[in-house]
């Protein structure tokens, strides 16, 4: 098994910055490595569905970021640390919502829900304007 723990939300002024962290362990990640992992954040806004917000693969070579937060948010992985991040700049009151991280033992990159196995509890952002 798989255990995501998210950190670093909080709440921010527009126009700042948060750096949210995603620590995973677990049974499996020490059997494959971290490495095996493509990993990503998803982000749920209240009363709306949950929504990805960027990936990165298992040698951090490909990030994509979501069109809405491309050019303010940074994805990057740290495997000796079995730990992901996401820089976010210039945020906007549009960006509150709880952000989830999101881990699957694959050669690809997966921007889409469901094609995660493992999630975290996530880690609440409010921007407030």
């Known amino acids: 098994q798989v255990q995501l723990i998210e950190s670093g939300g909080g709440l921010v002024q527009a126009g700042g910055s948060l750096r949210l962290s995603c620590a995973a362990s677990g049974r499996t990640i020490s059997g494959y490595g971290f490495s095996s992992y493509c990993m990503g954040w998803f982000r749920q806004a209240p009363g709306k569905e949950r929504e990805f917000v960027a990936a990165?693969?298992?040698?951090?070579?490909?990030?994509p970021i979501a069109d809405s937060m491309e050019g303010r948010f940074t994805i990057s992985r740290d495997n000796a640390k079995n730990t992901i991040h996401l820089q976010m700049n210039s945020l906007k009151p549009e960006d509150t919502a709880v952000y989830y991280c999101?881990?699957?033992?694959?050669?690809?990159?997966?921007?889409?829900?469901?094609?995660?196995?493992?999630w975290g509890q996530g880690t609440q952002v409010i921007v407030s304007s």
């Open positions: 999101a881990a699957v033992r694959t050669f690809r990159l997966i921007n889409r829900q469901s094609g995660y196995d493992y």
């Open positions: 990165i693969s298992r040698n951090g070579g490909s990030t």
